[in-house]
DNA sequence: CATACTGTACTAAGTGTTATAGTACAGATA
DNA sequence: TATCTGTACTATAACACTTAGTACAGTATG
């Protein structure tokens, strides 16, 4: 499905986790679509079946995912209202990010233009 | 000078790392500013003092401070070289912070606008 | 019913990172 | 001379991360 990168210093929960938020965020990955169960993956990814159900939990914990005890766990419902204290949160992100990219001498244009291609983004099957 | 939250789970000398850089990238900090000494905010923010050396070490290795032993630590001198490596793994972090926005529901415009602020800053004295 | 799968919940151990405490040295400054 | 600066160690405690192993209850399939 993946793999990981041991030369990360970020632990492996959190690699797990990030890959299969961006597997949603991009659409990849939909509504109601089951994960790898947990020691499927962890043999998948060699490692250790407790890592795979700590980063499930954290994927649970932050809305992306639902666990059903002896079904299996899947991709959440998507929550259709706006969330303006995680934007705001989100949009401090956003100016740092811009500020650093400035900073390196990124253009203007080029910023812009990958933010109007996210939002142009069909959510593919 | 700042603040430490204790609540956040990274560390305390990454932590300050990213204040630092925050002024730097705002302006807030110059070329030639000089940083306070290790032990002077290490007594400030009530933490030991090896803390800031680690997260001055850091800066440096990242280019925004220059130390002179027995002087002090200062704002190193802005590279005018964009770096089209460092610009790539900028865009790759935004590209995934967009589709974050978007799917918080975050306007395509709202975030857009952000940008161009950023760009529209001044770097002030 | 039996078997194999699912998520979940523990304990125990080893490893690495983080942070503190303390000491020390050489160079600059006043 | 006294005090400041960055730097470099050692030692220790606390915590996070990961692995290993075991166990339980519920579901699916034969």
Not at 9 to 36: C, H, S, V, W
Not at 40 to 68: C, R
């Given at each position: 499905?993946?793999?990981?990168?041991?030369?990360?210093?970020?632990?492996?929960?959190?690699?797990?986790?990030?890959?299969?938020?961006?597997?949603?965020?991009?659409?990849?990955?939909?509504?109601?679509?089951?994960?790898?169960?947990?020691?499927?993956?962890?043999?998948?990814?060699?490692?250790?079946?407790?890592?795979?159900?700590?980063?499930?939990?954290?994927?649970?914990?932050?809305?992306?995912?639902l666990?059903?005890?002896?079904?299996?766990?899947f991709v959440?419902?998507?929550?259709?209202?706006?969330?303006?204290?995680?934007?705001?949160?989100?949009?401090?992100?956003?100016?740092?990010?811009?500020?650093?990219?400035?900073?390196?001498?990124?253009?203007?244009?080029?910023?812009?233009?990958?933010?109007?291609?996210?939002?142009?983004?069909?959510?593919?099957?």
């Amino acid at each position: 499905m993946f793999t990981l990168n041991y030369g990360d210093r970020r632990p492996l929960y959190a690699q797990i986790t990030e890959k299969f938020r961006e597997l949603i965020l991009t659409g990849a990955m939909r509504e109601g679509d089951k994960f790898p169960s947990v020691r499927e993956l962890a043999a998948s990814l060699a490692i250790n079946p407790n890592t795979i159900q700590k980063a499930y939990k954290e994927l649970e914990n932050a809305g992306f995912l639902l666990s059903i005890p002896a079904k299996g766990s899947f991709v959440a419902p998507v929550k259709r209202v706006p969330d303006p204290a995680k934007i705001q949160e989100l949009l401090q992100k956003l100016r740092s990010l811009a500020r650093e990219l400035k900073f390196a001498g990124a253009e203007r244009e080029a910023v812009l233009a990958e933010i109007e291609n996210i939002y142009k983004e069909e959510n593919k099957a």
